[in-house]
């Protein structure tokens, strides 16, 4: 059974980088035909795609945040971190992450991710 956990800090002051970590179990995430993805939801809003990182290693964001927003994997650990800089209030929200079994770029529709983290709170708050 594939599992995704999230880990990372809970609260992050404004302008600091926010690094978050999902670790896989139960497969490998170098494993042909699957991508991971991170996703997020700010309160009252809906999910915001974030950005993937593909099974080759290639990655892509989102336009919005790609100035912003590094995603890198270490298979050693079997885990892909986000990293996003110069938070704001406005980055407070649930990240989540997620796997595909296709490449999903902008897709936020949940079922098309077969599987997903249990997402964990980030407050950007001084």
């Known amino acids: 059974q594939v599992q995704l956990q999230e880990s990372g800090p809970g609260l992050v002051k404004p302008s600091q980088t926010l690094s978050l970590a999902c670790t896989v179990s139960?497969?490998?995430?170098?494993?042909?035909?699957?991508?991971w993805s991170w996703i997020r939801q700010p309160p009252g809003k809906g999910l915001e795609w974030m950005g993937t990182i593909a099974n080759s290693g290639s990655t892509y964001y989102s336009p919005s945040l790609k100035s912003r927003t590094s995603i890198f994997r270490d298979t050693s650990k079997n885990q892909f971190t986000l990293q996003l800089s110069s938070v704001t209030p406005e980055d407070t929200a649930v990240y989540y992450c997620?796997?595909?079994?296709?490449?999903?770029?902008?897709?936020?529709?949940?079922?098309?991710?077969?599987?997903w983290g249990q997402g964990t709170q980030v407050t950007v708050s001084s």
């Open positions: 139960g497969g490998s995430i170098t494993t042909n035909y699957y991508h």
């Open positions: 997620a796997r595909s079994t296709e490449l999903l770029l902008g897709v936020t529709e949940a079922a098309l991710y077969d599987y």
